[in-house]
């Protein structure tokens, strides 16, 4: 179902009806009522922001389907940063950015990573293989069982997925 001028009246029933519920999944997924009730938000967020809305015999189902998306999102999130944790270890402390420096390093790197998640498998694993494992287009070719044009197909389709990112 499309939103609607009823919309709202629509989001509004879904919320009363449904808020508690998701909030109690999602604080036993995570461990945390905090996080649990800032992903309860942003899956109503998200319902509005797609002007989609259930069925009403399907409700849970996709309320429960956008805020597993979420969930995914936080845990691939915290891999990032934690990541980014690690390699700041490695750098002596004076050198580090600073927060807000670090904070707009880790969005790019999430932004970057969702980008790439987006992409199909072989296109993605060109890019990583090429960027992160210093493998020549030869190399990722005879890895993943292709030719060589198609790795620099791969390679341009991942670059304009990460470059279309920031585009805008």
Not at 136 to 148: E, F, G, P, Q, R
Request: net charge neutral; proline share 4%.
């Amino acid at each position: 179902m499309v939103m609607s001028a009823s919309g709202t009246d629509v989001v509004h029933s879904l919320y009363v009806n449904h808020h508690a519920w998701l909030h109690g999944w999602l604080r036993r997924k995570l461990g945390c009522s905090f996080e649990a009730a800032d992903l309860a938000h942003d899956t109503y967020v998200r319902l509005i922001a797609s002007r989609r809305l259930p069925q009403p015999e399907e409700s849970r189902a996709y309320l429960m389907q956008i805020a597993r998306g979420l969930v995914v999102d936080l845990y691939r999130r915290r891999q990032i940063e934690a990541a980014f944790r690690d390699s700041l270890a490695l750098m002596p402390e004076d050198l580090w950015p600073s927060a807000e420096q670090q904070a707009i390093v880790i969005e790019t790197l999430a932004e970057i990573d969702a980008a790439l998640a987006s992409l199909p498998p072989k296109v993605r694993e060109t890019f990583l293989l090429s960027r992160f494992d210093g493998l020549t287009y030869s190399d990722i070719a005879v890895k993943l069982n292709v030719s060589v044009a198609s790795v620099r197909k791969y390679m341009l389709k991942a670059a304009l997925a990460c470059f279309s990112t920031f585009a805008g």
